[in-house]
C-alpha cells in the first residue's frame, strides 16, 4: 500500500525522529503494518494534531482545527456554532494526509464525528508523580478496573506512550458530554478520597506531589486524548498500545511499545488486545457518587 500511497509524500526521506532515524516514509510504513488494528479507534472521529515539519527536536505545534486546505482523503467535521472544524480519516488514505502533513501525533475526540454531542467512551488518564513508584500506578489502574466492572462497564487499558496509562470504558453513544463529564469527575474524586495516599482527581501541582492525578478532564467537549496506535513526538517514538490486564498487572512500563516493536507484538499475538471493544459497549450506568 505504501508505494502507491508513498507518490503522495514530499520528503519522504526528512527524518522525523532524528534518535532512530525514523523518516516520513518510515511514519507511513509503520502505519501500513498497523492499520487494521489502528483503523477502528481512527476512521470517523475529529482529530486534533501536533505538527512537527521538522521532526521531533525542532519547533511543534498543536493544532485543533482544520486549516483551509487538506491533502486529499481527509474531510473535516464541524465542531461547533463558529464553525470550526478538525480532520476527519475515513480510510488510509487519510492516515497518509496527515503524515503529509507531519503530523507526528494523533489526538481524537472521545465522539464519533457523525454523533459529535454523544461521545462513546469514558476516558481515564493516569498521570503518576514522577517521583512515585510505577507499582502504585499498576495498583490504581487494577482498582479502576474494578470499579469500572462494578458499574457494569467494561475496562480497557492502554499505555500512553508517555508517562502513564489510560482506562477507556466504551459506551453506547446514548448519552452528552455534559453528563458524561459529571459522571467522571464524581467517580474520579470518590475514588481518590477513598484511596487519598494513592490518588488526587484535582490537577494543582501540590496536591500531585507523590500521587498518580486521575485526570478525567478527558471527558470534557472538546478535549482529546492520544489515538490509539499512534507514536508520540518523544524519543524513541513510543506509541500509545492496547495492553491486557495481565500485562497491567506484571507491571508493563507506558513506554514499553514503540513503532520498532509494535509491529511484531501484534503479529505474535492471538487476537487483538482489546478483543470485545465494541461489543462492550454501554450505556452511562446511572450513579450518585456523592
Ligand atoms: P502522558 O502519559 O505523558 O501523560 P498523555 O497522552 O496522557 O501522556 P499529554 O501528552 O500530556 O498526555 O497530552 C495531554 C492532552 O493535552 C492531549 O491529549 C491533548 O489533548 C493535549 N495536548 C497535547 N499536546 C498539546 C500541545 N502541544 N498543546 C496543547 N495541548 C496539547
Ligand atoms: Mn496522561
Redesign the pocket.
Request: aromatic share 8%.
Given at each position: 500500500m505504501s508505494d502507491a500511497m508513498g507518490s503522495i509524500l514530499t520528503s519522504p526521506g526528512r527524518i522525523l525522529w532524528p534518535d532512530i532515524g525514523l523518516t516520513k516514509q518510515g511514519l507511513l510504513d509503520y502505519y501500513e503494518a498497523v492499520w487494521p488494528w489502528m483503523e477502528p479507534h481512527l476512521i470517523n472521529r475529529p482529530i486534533?494534531l501536533?505538527r512537527c515539519p521538522q521532526g521531533i527536536d525542532s519547533e511543534?505545534?498543536?493544532q485543533?482545527h482544520a486549516s483551509q486546505s487538506l491533502p486529499a482523503g481527509l474531510r473535516t467535521v464541524t465542531l461547533d456554532e463558529a464553525n470550526a472544524a478538525a480532520p476527519v480519516i475515513d480510510d488510509f488514505a487519510g492516515l497518509a494526509g496527515l503524515v503529509q502533513l507531519s503530523a507526528l501525533?494523533l489526538?481524537l475526540w472521545s465522539a464519533p464525528a457523525s454523533n459529535i454531542e454523544h461521545p462513546d467512551q469514558l476516558i481515564f488518564?493516569?498521570?503518576p508523580d514522577p517521583g512515585i513508584p510505577w507499582k502504585s500506578v499498576i495498583k490504581a489502574a487494577l482498582l479502576i478496573k474494578e470499579e469500572i466492572e462494578n458499574m457494569k462497564l467494561s475496562p480497557f487499558a492502554k499505555?500512553?506512550?508517555?508517562?502513564?496509562?489510560?482506562v477507556i470504558a466504551p459506551l453506547d453513544g446514548t448519552t452528552e458530554w455534559e453528563e458524561i463529564r459529571q459522571f467522571a469527575q464524581g467517580f474520579s474524586k470518590k475514588l481518590a478520597e477513598e484511596n487519598p495516599q494513592l490518588l488526587t482527581a484535582r490537577s494543582a501541582k501540590d496536591e500531585r506531589e507523590g500521587r498518580i492525578f486521575l485526570?478525567y478532564l478527558?471527558n470534557g467537549r472538546g478535549?482529546?486524548?492520544?489515538a490509539t496506535y499512534c507514536p508520540?513526538a518523544r524519543k524513541g517514538a513510543p506509541v500509545?498500545t492496547p495492553i491486557l490486564w495481565e500485562e497491567v498487572e506484571a507491571g508493563i512500563m507506558?513506554n514499553a511499545f514503540n513503532v520498532s516493536n509494535l509491529p511484531d507484538r501484534l503479529k505474535s499475538m492471538q487476537q487483538d488486545p482489546w478483543h470485545g471493544f465494541d461489543a462492550a459497549r454501554r450505556a452511562l450506568p446511572r450513579q450518585d457518587f456523592a
Open positions: 486534533a501536533l511543534c505545534f498543536f485543533k501525533e489526538h488518564d493516569l498521570d499505555t500512553s506512550g508517555g508517562k502513564g496509562l489510560h485526570d478527558r478535549t482529546t486524548s492520544i508520540r500509545a507506558p
